[in-house]
């Protein structure tokens, strides 16, 4: 099977209060992009950067499994600028238009799809970017691959509790929806900054 992307995002995760369970969740991402790589997809980005309170960049996190799982580090970019999903949408738009890229598979956990969704279609329209969890990628992946996305697959409180949060941080956005865009997506970066640092 062949996708029809030509670059992969991993999204970042915050490691918040559950810090193994957000290092498997970035683990299975890493995981579903190396797969979506060997089908297709020319270039790997994370552009995580280093969150408070976390030792390393995301960025760097996810360049170590994608090593380990060995994708050519040719194929890879990283960049350490993001602190939110928005800021990666817009930096992500930035990076494929400086590279010549065409559209682009986002991969992040399943309860941050809805909301991932939104903010990329904002930033990039319909048709550049696609949005999916890591397990939508499983029946790609090779034994490694396949294995940590089933471990970073989160359980049903997890979906719950963290589709709560998705939910009250796009009614949050919205609750912003009549300023002008580029104040509304610069609100969106800076809280992202002052939350995760």
């Not at 992946?141 to 589709?163: F, M, S, V, Y």
Request: proline residues 4%; charged residues 25%; glycine residues 8%.
């Amino acid at each position: 099977m062949h996708l029809p992307f030509e670059a992969v995002l991993v999204l970042g995760k915050a490691e918040g209060r559950d810090a193994e369970r957000c290092r498997r969740e970035l683990r299975a991402r890493a995981a579903a992009a190396s797969a979506a790589q060997r089908a297709g997809a020319t270039m790997v980005l994370s552009l995580e950067a280093r969150l408070r309170g976390q030792p390393r960049a995301g960025s760097a996190i996810v360049a170590d499994h994608l090593t380990t799982l060995q994708v050519p580090s040719e194929r890879v970019v990283l960049r350490e600028t993001s602190r939110s999903t928005r800021d990666e949408a817009v930096h992500a738009a930035t990076v494929i238009d400086e590279l010549g890229l065409g559209p682009l598979l986002v991969v992040t956990s399943a309860y941050h799809v809805p909301r991932a969704k939104h903010i990329f279609r904002e930033v990039m329209g319909d048709r550049r970017a696609t949005v999916h969890g890591s397990m939508g990628l499983y029946a790609l992946g090779n034994a490694t691959e396949r294995e940590w996305i089933l471990q970073g697959e989160p359980d049903a409180d997890t979906l719950r509790h963290e589709g709560r949060v998705e939910r009250l941080l796009l009614a949050a956005e919205a609750s912003i929806g009549m300023l002008p865009r580029q104040v509304r997506w610069r609100m969106e970066s800076w809280a992202g900054t002052l939350w995760r640092g």
